[in-house]
T-cell receptor
Framework: AQKVTQAQTEISVVEKEDVTLDCVYE???????LFWYKQPPSGELVFLIR??????QNEISGRYSWNFQKSTSSFNFTITASQVVDSAVYFC???????????FGKGTKLTVNP | ETGVTQTPRHLVMGMTNKKSLKCEQH?????MYWYKQSAKKPLELMFV???????ENNSVPSRFSPECPNSSHLFLHLHTLQPEDSALYLC?????????????FGPGTRLLVL
């Protein structure tokens, strides 16, 4: 079974600041997958990224970047030059290779102030 | 319509009522999921259907009854609910049959039980 910990409950930044959201996972599976989702106030979970356990290459997509470190069991998410529209709850999630159960962290509420 | 849709978006019901939540996916997927999101609790997986067969029931009380008539539609039938069942109910879908698939979520139904 997987366990996902997002230690930061809430983060508040001023627009244009960089912000990193932490995610630590626990698993006994050798094959697993990690995800980040964004949940704006409207409620819908928006998929951001999926990584498998064999691909530790960091990824950048526009202002978003992800740092996957197997040695520390972390999959952190950085938003560069944050914007007000980035305000949302962000969830990290994990699933084992043979499982159907996507396990979510408790989420980090990000508020970007103008 | 694109993606995953859910109706109704909001629902208020008494404890003796019977209602149904509907989810429809337009992604050609074969797996569908129900999740419950309560305040201050992680997202909880309720049910999984793969190719119309229920493959996961995460110890959900019998007052919640899922139905999957085909790969595109998923229902959650509600009867004699309790106030603690008030939550955001999210539907998701994924391709089906592959490890660590990305799940795509609908906007959710916000349920209030009085």
């Amino acid at each position: 079974a997987q366990k996902v910990t997002q230690a930061q409950t809430e983060i508040s930044v001023v627009e244009k600041e960089d912000v990193t959201l932490d995610c630590v996972y626990e698993t006994r599976d050798t094959t697993y997958y990690l995800f980040w989702y964004k949940q704006p106030p409207s409620g819908e979970l928006v998929f951001l990224i999926r990584r498998n356990s064999f691909d530790e290459q960091n990824e950048i997509s526009g202002r978003y970047s992800w740092n996957f470190q197997k040695s520390t069991s972390s999959f952190n998410f950085t938003i560069t030059a944050s914007q007000v529209v980035d305000s949302a709850v962000y969830f990290c999630a994990a699933i084992g290779g043979g499982s159907e159960k996507l396990v979510f962290g408790k989420g980090t509420k990000l508020t970007v102030n103008p | 319509e694109t993606g995953v849709t859910q109706t109704p978006r909001h629902l208020v019901m008494g404890m003796t009522n019977k209602k149904s939540l509907k989810c429809e996916q337009h992604l050609g997927h074969n797996a569908m999921y129900w999740y419950k999101q309560s305040a201050k609790k992680p997202l909880e997986l309720m049910f999984v259907y793969n190719f119309k067969e229920q493959t996961e029931n995460n110890s959900v009380p019998s007052r919640f009854s899922p139905e999957c008539p085909n790969s595109s539609h998923l229902f959650l039938h509600l009867h004699t609910l309790q106030p603690e069942d008030s939550a955001l109910y999210l539907c998701a879908s994924s391709q089906g049959g592959l490890a660590g698939e990305t799940q795509y979520f609908g906007p959710g139904t916000r349920l209030l039980v009085l």
